[in-house]
T-cell receptor, first 116, second 109 residues
């Protein structure tokens, strides 16, 4: 089956630093990748949708300059949290979709970010 | 009213019990996902349904499109099944997946 990996699985950083999270589709070409954020005891919330080779589409209320998304290849998307602050501490999850398989979405295991 | 609702919110079961988690939605959908989120946060995709029924091991998922309802069943439950189970739907003609609030399952030995 289709596998999506994320790296790192957890990261702790100091306030003010930037953190990059990678999302990879291991055995398929992901034409679309989605980034979600989940705060404790809450449901997943879509942050942005990225299509390979084009700019990401951000959901309302998500700062595009703070959460930089790059989908440079069909197997890799990155989310960079710039100038991280403690309120950015959250669980970040990506998912990926293959071309023409619009109903399928494969989820990564998630990355837990803690900003001190 | 949330577009995707789940019941129960919390569920405690004895090992070996048959478990049912329900999901109801109020929008037209093209697909419904059942996800399992472990205590550490990691998410596993269990099923993707657009009609009928699917089975994988001890897990069974059904969907009734007319009634806008899906169920996830776990047979012979085991403590390792303890997790949050999330129903998510993809609205017709939209890219967005809408997540239900999750059902927290605890299976006691």
């Amino acid at each position: 089956g289709a596998v999506v990996s994320q790296h790192p699985s957890w990261v702790i950083c100091k306030s003010g630093t930037s953190v990059k999270i990678e999302c990879r589709s291991l055995d398929f070409q992901a034409t679309t990748m989605f980034w979600y954020r989940q705060f404790p005891k809450q449901s997943l919330m879509l942050m942005a949708t990225s299509n390979e080779g084009s700019k990401a589409t951000y959901e309302q209320g998500v700062e595009k300059d703070k959460f930089l998304i790059n989908h440079a290849s069909l197997t890799l998307s990155t989310l960079t949290v710039t100038s991280a602050h403690p309120e950015d501490s959250s669980f970040y999850i990506c998912s990926a979709r293959r071309r023409a398989f619009y109903n399928e979405q494969f989820f990564g295991p998630g990355t837990r970010l803690t900003v001190l | 009213k949330n577009e995707v609702e789940q019941s129960p919110q919390n569920l405690t079961a004895q090992e070996g019990e048959f478990i049912t988690i329900n999901c109801s939605y109020s929008v037209g959908i093209s697909a419904l996902h059942w996800l399992q989120q472990h205590p550490g946060g990691g998410i596993v995709s269990l099923f993707m349904l657009s009609s009928g029924k699917k089975k994988h091991g001890r897990l069974i998922a059904t969907i009734n499109i007319q009634e806008k309802h899906s169920s996830l069943h776990i047979t012979a439950s085991h403590p390792r099944d303890s997790a949050v189970y999330i129903c998510a739907v993809r609205k017709t003609s939209y890219d967005k997946v809408i997540f239900g609030p999750g059902t927290s399952l605890s299976v006691i030995p």
